[in-house]
């Protein structure tokens, strides 16, 4: 007699995987997240194709703001005159400055294996492609696993362009060889003005190239032309709108025509033109995750794509590309998919007042609305804004300046944006961001007891508005 199995009580054998979790990229998500569920003691697997870190570690933050560091001594040895410091200024040695920064970054490399390995992570090395919902094949094996990340970043998008084919991308110019005394940069955006002002900075004549009216669109009203001003005085020549019709190559290195007729001697041409998620080559088609209209992964508000067992954290879902939201997101994921630390309430991301900073000279440090989105939320705003020598340059020499702005809610009195640009503004506006992810108002500002003499003080000293209410 044949056994028979009632159907509502049958359950069929749970389906083993290789592992619990399984990473595709090991960049800054995709590192926090794989070492936080190895933490958990769940089997993880992450497979990086290029050098663990990701593109901040390699090939962005990191090695930018350590040339940026190096730029700002140019100023500093220029100013240091005027506080009675007598000499030349010393001359950069370009190949030394690089070798420095790839041991560092080795360095970190090294590090961040560690992490990996500590928490017991599996890590492959190898570019990995999703076969379906529940496997993976890197370097020619499969893997199976019940859920799987895909944090695989995203990389620099050039325009088609006659002559596009002599131009680089950021991803070059850590290692650019020989230093280019002439650079022009293409673009108005983050990377576009960083590097014009790093390279500017470090002895570059720089010409910056954006098809817009003012660079950085997006940013506040007041701080786009006004660090546009403050990076013409440090020497960058900005052309808005400036844009490119070919490159060629001549005897003295490149030349760029612009459609105004215009050229330009180069040694390196830059394009910082935006970037693109990587989906490429990663099999998404064949497991069925959807992709958007910008070509990104497409998520819902817990990273899961259109392929319940698959999720997508960081610049591969392209929403707001930096690297503190990838981490955040990749611990919301790993909170969400199998629950939160011993002791600790689960991690969830809030997308409103992520503070950012642009390293330009001088950097920009921004949280919360513009005066436009202020405008378009609440109505009646109170703007309330400084812009003024800061006191180290009244003995420096130096010309630059400092704008600090605040954008007030007039029904409810909150600081609902803060705005900077001057030295280390990036380090300031941090700590502000806090204040007003507790719902800080002007009134609270007005109470704090400023720090002198600083340039911050200047947040919680700003009494009247310079437009009443409207
Ligand atoms: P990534 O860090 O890009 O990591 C993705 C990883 O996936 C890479 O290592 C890649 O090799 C790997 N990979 C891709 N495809 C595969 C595959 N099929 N198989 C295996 N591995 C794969 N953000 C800031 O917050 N502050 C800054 O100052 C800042 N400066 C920047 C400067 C520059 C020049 C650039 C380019 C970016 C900068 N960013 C900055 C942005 C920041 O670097 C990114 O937002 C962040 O790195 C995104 O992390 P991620 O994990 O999504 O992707
Ligand atoms: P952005 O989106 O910031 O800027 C792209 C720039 O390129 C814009 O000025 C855009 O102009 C211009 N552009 C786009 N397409 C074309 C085209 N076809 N021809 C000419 N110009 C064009 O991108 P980035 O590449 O600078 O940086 C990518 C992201 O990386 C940033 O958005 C940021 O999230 C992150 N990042 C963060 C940093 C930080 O935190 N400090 C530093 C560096 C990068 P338009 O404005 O007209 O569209």
Not at 65 to 87: D, I, P
Not at 200 to 208: K, R, Y
Not at 252 to 263: F, P, R
Request: hydrophobic share 40%.
């Amino acid at each position: 007699m044949l056994a028979s199995f009632p159907t509502s009580t049958y359950k069929p054998p749970m389906p083993t995987f290789d592992f619990d979790f399984f990473v595709i990229g090991g960049g800054s998500g995709g590192v926090r997240a794989a070492r936080m569920a190895g933490q958990r003691g769940l089997r993880v697997a992450m497979a990086e194709s290029g050098a663990l870190g990701g593109t901040c570690v390699n090939v962005g933050c990191i090695p930018k703001k350590l040339y940026s560091y190096a730029a700002h001594f140019a100023e500093a040895f220029e100013e240091s005159h005027g506080f009675g410091w007598q000499g030349e200024a010393p001359t950069l040695d370009w190949p030394q400055l690089k070798a420095h920064r790839a041991k560092e970054i080795t360095r970190l490399n090294g590090i961040y294996q560690q992490l990996l390995t500590g928490a017991g992570v599996h890590l492959l090395t190898g570019h990995a492609q999703l076969v379906d919902a529940h496997t993976v094949q890197v370097n020619g094996t499969r893997f199976t696993a019940q859920h799987i990340l895909v944090a695989t970043g995203g990389t620099p998008s050039v325009p088609p362009v006659p002559g596009g084919d002599l131009v680089v991308t950021s991803n070059a110019m850590f290692d650019l060889d020989p230093f280019p005394q002439r650079l022009v940069v293409v673009g108005g955006g983050y990377i576009a003005c960083e590097f014009a002002s790093i390279f500017n900075g470090l002895g570059a004549q720089v010409t910056l190239l954006h098809r817009g009216e003012q660079v950085l669109s997006g940013f506040d009203q007041d701080v786009r032309p006004f660090i546009a001003a403050e990076m013409r005085k440090a020497g960058v020549d900005l052309r808005l709108p400036g844009e490119v019709a070919r490159i060629e190559r001549t005897h003295g290195g490149l030349q760029v025509s612009l459609n105004n007729g215009d050229t330009l001697p180069a040694d390196t041409v830059l394009y910082a033109t935006g970037r693109v998620p990587n989906t490429h080559g990663l099999g998404l088609e064949a497991a069925g995750v959807k992709l958007n209209a910008k070509g990104a992964i497409e998520v819902d508000a817990h990273y899961q794509t259109s392929v319940p067992s698959i999720h997508a954290i960081g610049d591969v879902t392209a929403r707001v590309q930096l690297t503190p939201v990838a981490l955040g997101e990749g611990m919301a994921l790993v909170d969400h998919l199998f629950g939160p630390a011993a002791g600790k309430p689960a991690r969830r991301m809030a997308y409103d007042l992520i503070p950012t900073a642009v390293f330009t000279h001088p950097n920009i440090g921004t949280v919360g609305d513009t005066e436009a989105q202020a405008r378009e939320k609440y109505g009646k705003l109170r703007i309330y804004r400084t812009d003024f020598k800061p006191l180290k340059h009244t003995l420096s020499g130096s010309p630059e300046r400092t704008l600090m702005k605040l954008v007030v809610d007039d029904a409810s009195d909150r600081v609902v944006g803060l705005h900077m640009v001057g030295a280390d503004a990036g380090e300031i506006v941090q700590g502000f961001a806090v204040a007003m992810k507790a719902g800080a108002t002007k009134a609270v500002f007005d109470s704090t007891i400023g720090i002198h003499p600083t340039m911050a003080e200047e947040f919680v000293t700003m009494r009247e508005p310079v437009r009443p209410a409207d």
